[in-house]
């Protein structure tokens, strides 16, 4: 199980890298774990904004991602890509990150 666990990631940063030219601006890391992120890396963004629901993370905004405290168009793009299966609504996320 742990090794078909560790395929899926490494297909999902493989995924990241590939397409992180579509990330742009400033961008906001949903479930970043803070400025740590294992994607940091790859984003060449003007300003990267880590949100985590946990703030001992130490995220630039905690906060639940179903009500994200910004106002509408303050991101240009956003990263999401381990937390929706941890929402109780993704669809309030999802309508949210629009």
Do not use: W
Request: aromatic residues 8%; hydrophobic residues 30%.
């Amino acid at each position: 199980m742990a090794f078909v666990y560790q395929l899926g990631r490494e297909g999902l940063h493989d995924s990241i890298y590939r397409n992180s030219s579509f990330l742009t601006g400033k961008c906001l890391d949903v479930g970043a774990e803070g400025k740590q992120s294992r994607y940091r890396e790859h984003l060449n963004v003007d300003e990267y904004i880590s949100l985590d629901i946990n703030p001992s993370h130490k995220p630039d905004i905690v906060a639940n991602v179903e009500n994200i405290p910004a106002p509408d168009g303050n991101f240009d793009s956003i990263l999401c890509s381990h937390r929706l299966d941890d929402v109780r609504h993704p669809e309030k996320a999802l309508n949210e990150f629009h």
